[in-house]
């Protein structure tokens, strides 16, 4: 698996970059509502933390924001790897059509769209890095297939065969392991360890404690304000999750 | 008394100008119309796209209360209040209330028909509301040439961002490319401006989506889709023109139900072949 992803990346200095986020007394604001309230920390360069936390706790509001998609209503958040188009988003699967006319092989192939742009055409090294984020993600028969002929899982691993070729130093993954089988968690989760090996940034939001435990070394427990953020097995302690279930 | 096929198909074009313009006109619009209605449908913005349609309107009544039967007056004042509406319905950005857009599209019809009745007779309101394929003249049919050229060369040049920004639009925004759904409103703005004066407001829209919805039952593929959607545009251009001609008909509203009927025959078909060879769909590996 390292091999692969190594063979896809193609460029490493990628960790190198610094790419950790700042924020300075997040607050945010919907409706009238407080979704998000004094966030302040550092998602170190090269960390691997999961957001955990009860629903409605602004999980997704905050990696919006981390994102630059909202802006947030008080507080800073400093993110270089935004300013030069290193950030990559995987929203929650309802944000996209599955319906859309689009291949496996055309989403995967969209990760290269910061080097390929608007204008050219996918030259041939490149059509091989995009075969070989597909194979790496399992799905090297289901090239042509169109994305709505996909299961759930499968939808995922095509996301993340662009994600591969996206290689950016700080990705965002919101509910990566949601309505998927345990086979495919296994090949994300592997796919995650292999870009924190490499020393991208990887923040995702996850549910399954369990996972959080074995494979993210941070966590932000969140409930509108971070209620614990550091070590994992620090943050997921009995009395944090009462508290934060007590928040929210 | 039997026509020839000479005499059902070519003779009226032959035979009157107006029949000849209109014809260029209708084809021009359905060329750059129905490509960017299949970006409309992918990006599910039918809605918006009816709703922009009708905020056309009152700028267009305006532009009637100030200069009469201007073009120009007319063009711009639609494209400006249509450019209005889209701002502040935050249309242009990203936001979606059903119930505030329909709001919306109530009111400039109400008002653009007010405008138009009080200032004018009730010929001007049906002209407004349905257009008026064979009275486009040579200025007019020059405005839709040029609109439907610069809409085909944007939809060329930048075919593949457009793509994208409708399947996803926060990552081409984290890539780095802003402005695609702001160019797409603003082509989408200028057909239906000029669809106005063919069409009218409330059928503007429809050499736009019918097209585009005809093409979707028969393909999945995009570019096949905006192929087949040029065509059956084209096709309803002309026979929608035939019927007018032949029938007496107003020749918009006909042209629509052309399309009308062609999409319902594509779906009754499409839903034929379906049942008589079972495809597989998703979800074989969960």
Known sequence: MRGW?????????????????????????????????????????????????????????????????????????????RATHRLAYLQQQTEFDRDFPMTVGELAALGLWRTIGTYRSLPRAEADRVAAAVEAVGLQDAMRRRIGDLSVGQMRRAFFARLLLQDAAVMLLDEP???????????????????????????????????????????????????????????????????????? | MTLSLYDLLVAPFEGFAFMRVALAACLALALSSAPLGVLLLLRRMALDGNVLSFAVMPGAALGFVYAGH??????????????????????????????????????????????????????????????????????????????????????????RAMMVEAFDPVFLRLSGGHGWRVLFMLLLLLNLTVSFQAFGTLLAIGPVLLPAAIARCWTNRPGPMMALAVLTGLVASYAGLLLSYHRNLPSGPAIVMVAGLLYGASLLLTAGLAALKPTRRRGEET
């Open chain 2, 70 to 159: 201007s073009l120009a007056a007319m063009s711009i004042g639609g494209f400006a209040s249509g450019a209005g509406v889209a701002t502040l319905t935050g249309m242009a950005r990203r936001g979606r209330q059903d119930a505030g857009l329909v709001v919306f599209y109530l009111v400039a019809l109400a008002l653009g028909v007010t405008l138009v009745a009080y200032f004018g007779s009730n010929s001007d309101v049906l002209r407004v509301l349905f257009g008026t394929v064979l009275a486009i003249d040579a200025t007019a049919l020059l405005q839709i040439a040029t609109v439907s050229s610069i809409t085909l060369l944007a939809i060329a040049v930048f075919y």
């Open chain 1, 5 to 81: 992803i190594n063979n896809i990346a193609g460029r490493p200095q990628s960790a190198a970059a610094p790419s950790g986020i700042d924020v300075q007394g997040i607050r945010v604001r919907l409706g009238g509502r407080l979704v998000l309230d004094d966030i302040t920390g550092r998602f170190e360069s090269g960390s691997l933390t999961a957001i955990v936390g009860p629903n409605g706790a602004g999980k997704s509001t905050l990696l919006n924001v981390l994102a630059g998609l909202l802006r947030p209503s008080g507080g800073r958040v400093a993110c270089p790897a």
């Open chain 1, 177 to 248: 392991f949601a309505a998927v089988d345990a086979r495919t968690v296994e090949t994300l989760l592997g796919l995650i360890a292999g870009w924190h090996q490499q020393g991208h940034t990887v923040i995702a939001v996850v549910h399954d404690l369990a996972q959080v435990r074995a494979h993210f070394p941070e966590a932000l427990l969140l409930a509108r304000r971070p209620i614990a953020w550091g070590a994992a097995e620090a943050v997921l302690t009995g009395a944090n999750l009462a508290q934060a279930a007590a928040t929210a």
